[in-house]
């Protein structure tokens, strides 16, 4: 079957697969990617973590069925929790994606794994920060990314033909938990806060990463590592993201006062600069996608 997908992507002729299967479909990523799914027409089987354990081997391959393409949006996604409980994020976001990407081997389907910035360590020595690219060197420095890097690699043994997406400080822009929300949320009091200015990423707009995740389900990425990066364009430290969004609501950003990391400890480290280059991606097929302040006007007016 023949579909054609517009929109803030280019317009473009694809072929829709027999059926995409996602996990994780109650969190972030998955119930957006979900909706857009079943809004294009696709046949659309989506799972919360309570329906599909994906840390059950055996569950994987009673669900997944030849011409699927699941995508993996489960993850144990609390980066401060994961280092106290080590064992609960290795089993969700390493062994989990291993018995996804066996069952996909075993039953002839494809696999779209998410996973991090924070498989990369911001450190680079006496070179200027620039932004990473698929091949770099990865180096997490805390559980979180150590477990999502673990998850690659056994996506990529099982199953050489997955597409690992790594993504970057995803936000929906309204209700919830990240930092765009929140930020949003405290726009409307009146009280000064303090936001770390010592990191540096790409903000991701779900919407648009979930255009890129559905370009990639369609089959017209060819990843030569068999991993792109999608996130908006450009980078911006956590200061500076703060008070665009303070600006965007019409708040005052004068309210927003930077801080380092120092000035509130996590029991996790962040890497100080994660910005994810586009450019090998666009290479491999991967459309481009916006840059993050206009993604992010588009968030807040949404």
Same mark, same amino acid.
């Given at each position: 079957?023949v579909?054609?997908?517009?929109?803030?992507r #280019?317009a473009?002729?694809?072929?829709?697969?027999?059926?995409?299967?996602?996990c994780?479909?109650?969190?972030?990523?998955g119930?957006?990617?979900a909706a857009?799914?079943?809004r294009q027409?696709?046949?659309v089987?989506a799972? %919360?973590?309570?329906q599909?354990?994906? %840390?059950? #081997?055996?569950?994987?391959?009673?669900?997944?069925?030849?011409?699927?393409?699941?995508?993996?949006?489960a993850?144990?996604?609390?980066?401060?929790?994961?280092?106290?409980?080590?064992?609960g994020?290795?089993?969700?976001? /390493?062994?989990?994606p291993?018995?996804?990407?066996?069952?996909?081997?075993?039953?002839?389907?494809?696999?779209?794994?998410?996973?991090?910035?924070?498989v990369?360590?911001?450190?680079?020595?006496?070179?200027?920060?620039?932004?990473?690219?698929?091949?770099?060197?990865?180096?997490?420095l805390?559980?979180?990314?150590?477990?999502?890097?673990?998850?690659?690699?056994?996506? $990529?043994?099982? *199953?050489?033909?997955?597409v690992?997406?790594? !993504?970057?400080?995803?936000?929906?822009?309204?209700?919830?938990k990240?930092f765009v929300? !929140?930020?949003?949320? *405290?726009?409307?009091?009146d009280?000064?806060i303090?936001?770390?200015d010592?990191q !540096?990423?790409?903000?991701t707009?779900? /919407?648009?990463?979930?255009?890129a *995740?559905l &370009?990639?389900?369609?089959?017209?990425?060819?990843?030569?590592?068999?991993?792109?990066?999608? /996130?908006n364009?450009g980078?911006?430290?956590?200061?500076?993201?703060? #008070?665009?969004?303070? &600006?965007?609501?019409?708040a005052?950003?004068?309210?927003?006062?930077?801080?380092?990391?120092d000035?509130?400890?996590r029991?996790?480290?962040?890497?100080?600069?994660? /910005?994810?280059?586009?450019?090998?991606?666009?290479d491999?097929?991967?459309s481009?996608?916006?840059?993050? #302040?206009?993604? $992010?006007?588009?968030? *807040?007016?949404?």
């Open positions: 079957m579909s054609l997908v517009a929109g803030a #280019r473009r002729l694809v072929t829709v697969v027999d059926r995409v299967v996602i994780g479909a109650g969190g972030q990523v119930s957006f990617l857009e799914a079943i027409g696709r046949d089987l799972l %919360t973590s309570s599909w354990d994906i %840390t059950d #081997r055996e569950l994987a391959t009673q669900i997944v069925q030849a011409g699927d393409v699941v995508v993996n949006c993850a144990y996604t609390n980066v401060d929790d994961s280092e106290r409980d080590e064992a994020a290795y089993a969700i976001n /390493a062994a989990g291993g018995y996804l990407a066996q069952a996909c081997a075993g039953a002839g389907a494809r696999l779209v794994h998410i996973s991090t910035d924070y990369f360590s911001g450190d680079f020595g006496e070179a200027a920060p620039r932004p990473y690219e698929p091949a770099d060197e990865t180096g997490p805390g559980v979180y990314g150590q477990t999502k890097l673990a998850g690659e690699r056994a996506v $990529l043994a099982a *199953l050489p033909q997955a690992v997406v790594r !993504t970057a400080w995803v936000y929906t822009g309204g209700g919830g990240d929300a !929140t930020m949003r949320r *405290l726009a409307a009091g009280r000064v303090e936001v770390v010592d !540096t990423g790409s903000p707009y779900v /919407a648009d990463l979930v255009a *995740l &370009e990639v389900v369609d089959g017209g990425v060819h990843a030569p590592t068999g991993i792109v990066h999608a /996130a364009g980078e911006v430290n956590r200061f500076e993201q703060a #008070r665009a969004v303070f &600006e965007g609501v019409g005052d950003p004068e309210r927003v006062r930077p801080v380092s990391s000035h509130n400890p029991p996790a480290r962040r890497p100080p600069y994660s /910005a994810l280059s586009g450019r090998q991606s666009q491999a097929g991967l481009p996608l916006r840059p993050w #302040r206009a993604a $992010l006007d588009a968030a *807040l007016d949404f």
